[in-house]
């Protein structure tokens, strides 16, 4: 999803809530930090979004989301979740990062830190969170000591904590420059 898509649908969001933030906390936070990614962080069609003052509106993001008509008309939509939806760090809300303006009629996005949505990436576990956070780390997008330090302050196991270290370990190792 590009930037204009993003605020496109941050538009539509502040139109069926009445709210004026939204935190994103999937992929698309990404663009909070960097605004020009490449596509390849890009890819996702779905934006997850939180209206951030009225909670109990997100679900009315439903109106935009997966196989409504926006969706079918735009290709992209809104994927209305909840602060439980994704693993992070203590402390993310303090951390969170202003979308640069756009085109969004005066809606704003409040995206995670990238170290906090990789945290997340790194407790899901799925393909695509493993493809995010090797290209993440290879291209110098990522601090590994901070991720570390996140790390510690993340509410999971202490299985999980040493088994995702091994994974950050991992994607450092082979991360260097990109072709």
């Keep these: 999803m590009k930037k204009s898509q993003l605020d496109h649908l941050l538009r539509a969001a502040q139109r069926i809530t009445g709210d004026h933030q939204f935190i994103i906390i999937g992929s698309q936070s990404l663009h909070g930090k960097f605004p020009d990614l490449p596509d390849q ?6 934006a997850d979004l939180i209206a951030k003052n009225e909670t109990t509106r997100s679900e009315w993001l439903n109106a935009i989301g997966v196989n409504s008509r926006f969706h079918e008309t735009f290709g992209y939509y809104a994927d209305p979740v909840d602060e439980k939806t994704a693993v992070l760090p203590k402390g993310w809300k303090g951390r969170l990062v202003h979308l640069k303006p756009g085109n969004t009629e005066g809606a704003v996005g409040l995206c995670l830190e990238p170290h906090d ?13 493993i493809e995010m956070t090797r290209g993440l780390a290879r291209r110098g997008l990522l601090e590994k000591d901070r991720l570390l330090e996140l790390l510690e302050v993340t509410p999971i196991t202490e299985t999980d904590r040493a088994r995702i270290r091994a994974y950050i370990e991992s994607d450092f190792r082979s991360s260097g420059p990109s072709v």
């Design 117 to 129: 949505l990789a945290i997340s990436k790194y407790v899901a576990r799925r393909e695509k969170d």
């Design 41 to 46: 962080f890009n890819f996702s069609a779905e």
